[in-house]
Nanobody
Framework: QVQLVESGGGLVQVGASLRLSCAAS???????????MSWFRQAPGEEREFVAA????????DYADSVKGRFTISRDNAKNTVYLQMNSLKPEDTAVYYC?????????????????WGKGTQVTVSS
């Protein structure tokens, strides 16, 4: 069974930091490094949007303009985990954050190209 589990969300104030994690079950991801990983988010009443993506090796990353310079995506293939470090959080970052996996080599920003999805973790930034 496919399983991606996000964690690390919470309620924080403007300007704070959070680090999201997404762990892939070993039984599903026999070789985690065969998957490019992405983060998406969805705010209430809004469509799901791309946030950040990372290549299989971790050497190439891509970001939405709205988070460039504030968010950093990384991965640890030995731990089957991808991370999203979020700094200088703003109220508009409030959303449910999802990690997703694709079988591409390079970072993928299209949600319809994702093969597996997690169930999401809530991030709320209060002013």
């Amino acid at each position: 069974q496919v399983q991606l589990v996000e964690s690390g969300g919470g309620l924080v104030q403007v300007g704070a930091s959070l680090r999201l994690s997404c762990a892939a079950s070993e039984r599903t991801f026999i070789t985690f490094s065969n998957y490019a990983m992405s983060w998406f988010r969805q705010a209430p009443g809004e469509e799901r949007e791309f946030v950040a993506a990372i290549s299989r090796s971790g050497g190439i990353t891509d970001y939405a303009d709205s988070v460039k310079g504030r968010f950093t995506i990384s991965r640890d293939n030995a731990k089957n985990t991808v991370y999203l470090q979020m700094n200088s959080l703003k109220p508009e970052d409030t959303a449910v954050y999802y990690c997703a996996a694709s079988r591409a080599i390079l970072p993928v920003i299209r949600s319809d190209a994702m093969y597996y999805w997690g169930k999401g973790t809530q991030v709320t930034v209060s002013s």
